[in-house]
T-cell receptor, first 113, second 113 residues
Framework: QKEVEQDPGPLSVPEGAIVSLNCTYSNSAFQYFMWYRQYSRKGPELLMYTYSSGNKEDGRFTAQVDKSSKYISLFIRDSQPSDSATYLC?????????????FGTGTRLTIIP | DGGITQSPKYLFRKEGQNVTLSCEQN?????MYWYRQDPGQGLRLIYY???????QKGDIAEGYSVSREKKESFPLTVTSAQKNPTAFYLC????????????FGSGTQLSVL
């Protein structure tokens, strides 16, 4: 079983819809949770960063972490064609010597005008 | 204009040949990383460096080598021992090793002739 599971999609939604992207994980030591956006043949860019449980909002984006269920989500409101990209979740534990990130496989999202 | 520069954008390797991918950053970051991205797989860590003249193996270091002689530069050599080198290679940096906020370059696509 992979440490981080992410549905690869592809996911297509009409412009203006709310998008929900999710990851599940098995390592209870994960404390830092991130979402990266990657346009085709480009490097990923950090979208959202959350420590431990709870919600974080930034403009049209909301990140949620539910540590009891080992489940994280990214919501995109009022989706735009420019949101079409691959979204990667990433996580890290806090224990010393284990600083590296573990990435999900990415979900490919297309917003249809 | 700060950032991470990877070159070349596309690279072709002949069988038995070593090739070197360049990564330069002017963000004054301490830590630098090399990831490999294959279709349907998450980013996998090849090597990382937390400080000049020091580096550690990641999850898939076999067939690769790195050096960190300068803070700004972290080149990756794909050796002939790497039997399946075709992939998209991403270089990243972070202010310090335990910082989850990675900044990525735009990637190098390596293909085998």
């Amino acid at each position: 079983q992979k440490e981080v599971e992410q549905d690869p999609g592809p996911l297509s939604v009409p412009e203006g819809a709310i998008v929900s992207l999710n990851c599940t994980y098995s390592n209870s030591a994960f404390q830092y949770f991130m979402w990266y956006r990657q346009y085709s043949r480009k490097g990923p860019e950090l979208l959202m960063y959350t420590y431990s449980s709870g919600n974080k909002e930034d403009g049209r984006f909301t990140a949620q972490v539910d540590k009891s269920s080992k489940y994280i989500s990214l919501f995109i409101r009022d989706s735009q064609p420019s949101d079409s990209a691959t979204y990667l979740c990433a996580m890290r534990a806090t224990n010393f010597g284990n600083e590296k990130l573990t990435f999900g496989t990415g979900t490919r999202l297309t917003i249809i005008p | 204009d700060g950032g991470i520069t990877q070159s070349p954008k596309y690279l072709f390797r002949k069988e038995g040949q070593n090739v070197t991918l360049s990564c330069e950053q002017n963000l004054n970051h301490d830590a630098m990383y090399w990831y490999r991205q294959d279709p349907g797989q998450g980013l996998r860590l090849i090597y990382y460096s937390q400080i000049v003249n020091d580096f550690q193996k990641g999850d898939i270091a076999e067939g690769y080598s790195v050096s960190r002689e300068k803070k700004e530069s972290f080149p990756l050599t794909v050796t002939s021992a790497q039997k399946n080198p075709t992939a998209f290679y991403l270089c990243a940096s972070s202010p310090k090793a335990t910082n989850e906020k990675l900044f990525f370059g735009s990637g190098t696509q390596l293909s085998v002739l």
